[in-house]
């Protein structure tokens, strides 16, 4: 039997903190009878929220095409989901048991070409688009499509949504972690960015990519126009590619902050140079189908023999799973004002993203009223990034770098765990997402139910005031 010193080194290095410990430590809570709020993971529908209909009557029909055939049936559904559905199964002949093209179905990677052109008035290439299973697929393929060497760097993120780390280290690459600006709302700072990359140069570190966030994870952060021009411009000087992860472009609750995709901002400065990977999802937005496991890839200023290659590499896994890019195709091409099914899907679209505004505010409002607490209001994203300060139980003075790591993180988790077994409350430790040495934070989703939410403000408060108290003591 294998043990674990025939596992690959590179899989115990990597950490995926949104699914760590804490998480385990929920579950068997909630087997015993306590009621957990489970703050820890972007995963809508596993907290209530309902799926589009639309979506899922599409679906219906597609996965068992029989009711197509059937008009009694399709008197079930709005006219304009049958006379969809019908023109997908045209479309699709061998229907979705079948595998697809490994860059994805032609007519639906033609739809997310319009879809980026009508978004961000740009001319969009559908055969630079490709489907994937989720955004992560797509950020993996990139990653070992750039990485030639254990040397090769990829700047990412601190604090960052651990997809990268944890891909990162198990392909064997290098990382360079850029700060993200506290102090500035979370945007990126050029000199933060400097310092870091040239401190990587100085080890011998090849830097390849830089991968941005945006609206941000874990930070719930939305990057200015200027600000992506810079992260542009420096990626430029220092030869990088870019990784735009945007699978949060829908999920934006503030009037002074809009979404720019790296694409439009690219184009409106007339940069052609640089290759840019910019990642969308169905996981995310209003959609919220994670499970569904589809997203695309769309990929600029690449050349066609390199655009062959990554080609090749998705064609080593054969193609995306079908009904994520079906879900991909519905989310590009929602249904038009006029269609029977429009309103419904309005209404909910608009209940699903003022609902995720108000939660968003309410957690914002409440967790910046607890003493010792901050946290920025989210702009956007699903997620509050809070920075929280505990009376130190040692003398950091004295330690190391690597062993105030250790307090710190050993510090977070302990906090986290605490307000897991006394609140039912699942966060996940800042630690997993990275933070600044000298500080505190957890991440919580506002994802679940609106009383809930309110709930976990009122017990939060609770929870920090007798926690410090006993770290007094
Ligand atoms: C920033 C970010 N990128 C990518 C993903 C992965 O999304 P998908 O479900 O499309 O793989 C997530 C999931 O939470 C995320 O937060």
């Known amino acids: 039997m294998i043990s674990l010193k025939d596992v690959n080194p590179n899989l115990l290095t990597a950490e995926y903190a949104v699914r ?13 009878g306590k009621k957990i709020i489970y703050c820890n993971i972007g995963n809508p529908q596993a907290l209530k929220q309902k799926p589009l209909s639309y979506i899922r009557q599409v679906l219906s029909l597609l996965e068992y095409p029989e009711l197509l055939k059937n008009d009694e049936q399709l008197k079930n559904y709005p006219c304009d989901i049958a006379e969809k559905a019908k023109k997908i199964y045209h479309q699709l002949p061998h229907g979705t048991g079948a595998y697809t093209q490994s860059a994805g179905i032609p007519f639906i990677r033609q739809a997310v070409a319009e879809f980026i052109t009508k978004r961000d008035g740009i001319p969009a290439d559908e055969n630079h688009i490709i489907l994937t299973d989720g955004a992560s697929k797509g950020v993996q393929a990139a990653i070992t499509t750039l990485l030639k060497n254990k040397k090769d760097g990829f700047m990412i993120p601190i604090p960052q949504y651990p997809l990268y780390s944890a891909t990162i280290d198990l392909y064997g690459a290098s990382k360079i972690g850029y700060y993200l600006d506290e102090n500035n709302s979370w945007q990126l700072n050029e000199q933060i960015l400097t310092e870091s990359i040239e401190k990587a140069i100085s080890a011998g570190i090849n830097p390849v990519a830089i991968c941005v966030i945006n609206p941000g994870n874990p930070t719930g952060a939305v990057l200015s126009f200027e600000n992506i021009v810079m992260i542009i411009n420096f990626a430029k000087k220092y030869n990088l590619s870019i990784f735009a992860d945007e699978v949060y472009q829908e999920n934006v609750y503030v009037t002074n902050a809009a979404f720019h995709s790296f694409a439009k901002v690219m184009n409106k400065i007339g940069e052609k140079d640089i290759t840019l990977f910019s990642f969308h999802s169905v996981s995310k937005g209003f959609t919220g189908e994670c499970g569904h496991r589809g997203g695309y ?52 679209r608009d209940g699903i993203l003022n609902d995720l505004k108000t939660k968003a505010q309410i957690l914002g409002e409440g967790l910046n ?3 010792g607490m901050k946290s920025d209001m989210p702009q956007g994203a699903m997620y509050a990034f809070v920075k929280f300060e505990l009376p130190h139980t040692a003398d950091i003075t004295s330690m190391t770098p690597e062993e105030q790591l250790a307090y710190e993180t050993q510090r977070d988790c302990d906090y986290c765990l605490a307000m897991l077994e006394e609140t039912g409350i699942c966060v996940v430790p800042g630690s997993g997402f990275g933070q600044k040495p000298g500080t505190l934070h957890f991440r919580t989703t506002f994802l ?26």
């Open 297 to 348: 890839l769309e990929i600029r200023n690449i050349p066609n023999e390199v655009l062959a290659q990554f080609i090749k590499l998705q064609s080593i896994s054969l193609c995306a799973n079908v009904d994520g890019q079906l879900v991909t195709y519905l989310m590009v091409t929602p249904p038009k004002k006029g269609d029977e099914s429009y309103d419904t899907y309005i209404k909910e």
């Open 369 to 371: 009223k607890i003493s």
């Open 448 to 473: 679940p139910p609106k009383d809930e939410i309110e709930e976990l403000v009122v017990k939060l408060k609770k929870f920090h005031e007798g926690y410090v108290e006993k770290l007094k003591v």
């Open 20 to 32: 760590g410990p804490i998480v385990i430590r929920a579950q068997e809570l909630e087997k015993q």
